[in-house]
């Protein structure tokens, strides 16, 4: 053979495997869940892996998929084909233990059958803690859930009050006795408390009997897609990323016992995703805090969300918006907002009366009240014809629509790890009965306060370094103190730790030297 003809060979062989690379499969699991998401100790598990073929090739034959928890497995699952482009669920089972745990799902494992692009993608992982019986070790107590500000500027609906609700959902599912925010806002609205002084809310919680209130932030809804755009909707796929923070709070005392703070990330190859910026663009719309009681557009079509906001001009109060016909018959209540002086708040209506039937075209009128009477009032007018724009199910937290996206994933995730994180700290914190916990504080008033006691608990570690650990003023712990952190496996001596901050049930503590902590170490009284 002459030599060109043996490099052209070479160069033909390569190509040929080249091209065959790169129309391999590639098998990725996408998407690693478990159900229910924040177990009991002996409660079954289902953890759920989904597998997507990115590649070009199908993949014909039978593959497995082994799952893992803490490195150990937990079996192996087969799909039987997979076609490019195309996804599958594979499911096993697990009896929750009580801690924190790996899980994590591998395909094409532990034969490697399957050629592939990249087989460095192959897994997901994901972390859960399992907690203990909390409802009898937290029996007499109820919790308060408020409310949470709305810091996102993301453009979604109901995102504070969503993001409370769904707390307070996770919260009861565990045994824990709850005070919805309904109930909450009521009680604030009538005395005209401020929701977000802590003050007014620790007060109204305490007058409903709750013992705790949980009140917080959702601080950012983020996402990154790729997208086609068709007017003011997208049709996505992407990921999306949410941040909470809480604020746990004792309501005898009005001081917060546990800052806690969780993130949820969530990927998905779909979702429909309203672009709030584009609605703001329409030819019509407009500012609807821009003074008085406003519609954000002159007209809408059958189904679309009607905005209506109201900027306060005087002092701090509670406004509420109701909707009625032409003719004055009562048709929606839009709900109670706290407005600040000069501040503005918005209400959105889905075109719908008490009863969830859509109303005809027609026109509408909104109605602001205060107190018993009227403040304001402007026009809807509904038009004959069908919707350009997406229903408000769709943008709104909590709406079966919105838990079908990629950003209501993302909301439950970050919820699920908030309640996971609370929880523990509860736990950590040992809380007393409540006939006790009365006993401690009637001690303290009257100046009687008992020693630290010899053993407590490591209940958080913060970013800024800070330990927090689950004894207080109430069981005598003073700034200064000085422990030793000692093993939690092992007993051994970790190192010490003294006390910079203290509160009621929890103190603020930072080593005096270097070592590893983890959260459910012991800390014993130590001299200086």
């Excluded at 997208?234 to 990921?239: P, R």
């Excluded at 203290?502 to 503590?509: F, G």
């Amino acid at each position: 053979m002459r030599p060109w003809a043996t490099w052209v060979a070479v160069v033909l062989a390569l190509s040929a495997i080249a091209s065959t690379a790169s129309a391999a499969a590639d098998l990725v699991v996408s998407e690693l869940i478990v159900d229910p998401p924040a177990p009991l100790p002996g409660e079954g598990v289902l953890v759920t892996a989904t597998v997507e073929n990115r590649g070009e090739t199908d993949v014909r034959s039978k593959f497995f998929v082994r799952f893992e928890v803490d490195g150990e497995s937990l079996g192996t699952v087969p799909i039987e084909q997979l076609p490019a482009g195309d996804r599958a669920s594979v499911s096993a089972s697990w009896v929750a233990a009580t801690g924190t745990h790996a899980i994590r799902a591998e395909a094409d494992q532990p034969y490697d059958r399957v050629e592939e692009v990249d087989e460095s993608n192959n897994a997901a992982s994901l972390e859960i803690f399992v907690l203990t019986d909390v409802a009898q070790r937290l029996t007499g107590f109820r919790i308060a859930v408020a409310p949470f500000e709305d810091e996102s500027a993301s453009g979604y609906v109901n995102v504070g009050g969503g993001v409370a609700d769904k707390l307070a959902a996770r919260l009861a599912e565990l045994g824990l006795r709850t005070i919805d925010r309904s109930e909450l806002e009521e009680t604030m609205q009538e005395a005209g408390l401020n929701p977000y002084l802590l003050a007014d809310a620790a007060g109204a919680a305490r007058s409903v009997g709750a013992d705790l209130l949980l009140t917080g932030s959702v601080v950012g809804i983020s996402t990154m897609r790729s997208s086609i755009i068709l007017g003011a909707v997208n049709f996505a796929g992407g990921s999306a990323e949410v941040s909470v923070t809480a604020d746990l709070v004792d309501v005898a005392t009005g001081e917060p016992l546990f800052q806690l703070s969780a993130d949820g990330q969530y990927e998905g190859s779909s979702e429909v995703k309203i672009d709030f910026g584009a609605l703001l663009a329409l030819p019509d719309a407009r500012d609807v805090c821009g003074g008085g009681l406003r519609t954000d557009r002159d007209g809408y079509y059958g189904g679309e969300p009607v905005g209506i906001g109201y900027r306060n001009p005087g002092a701090a109060s509670w406004y509420g918006v109701e909707v009625y016909s032409s003719t004055g018959t009562f048709l929606r209540w839009l709900g109670w907002r706290y407005i600040g002086q000069g501040a503005c708040a918005q209400w959105f209506w889905d075109q719908k009366d008490s009863f969830g039937e859509l109303v005809d075209p027609s026109v509408y009128v909104a109605k602001l009240r205060s107190g018993s009477s009227h403040a304001a009032s402007t026009t809807i007018q509904i038009r004959p014809g069908l919707g350009r724009l997406p229903e408000l199910d769709e943008m709104t937290v909590g709406t079966e629509s919105f838990e079908e996206s990629i950003v209501g994933g993302a909301v439950n995730r970050a919820v699920d790890r908030l309640v996971s994180s609370l929880v523990a700290s509860l736990e950590a914190a040992a809380f007393p009965s409540a006939p006790a916990r009365a006993g401690t504080l009637a001690a303290k008033e009257e100046g009687e306060v008992s020693p630290p006691r010899v053993d407590a608990q490591i209940a958080a570690t913060l970013p800024d370094g800070r330990i927090a650990i689950n004894i207080g003023l109430a069981s005598g712990v003073t700034k200064g103190d000085f422990f030793l952190v000692i093993g939690q496996n092992d007993g051994a001596v970790l190192g010490e730790i003294v006390v910079v901050e203290v509160r009621d049930h929890v103190s603020y503590a930072v080593k005096t030297s270097e070592f590893e902590v983890q959260v459910g170490d012991v800390v014993r009284s130590a001299d200086p």
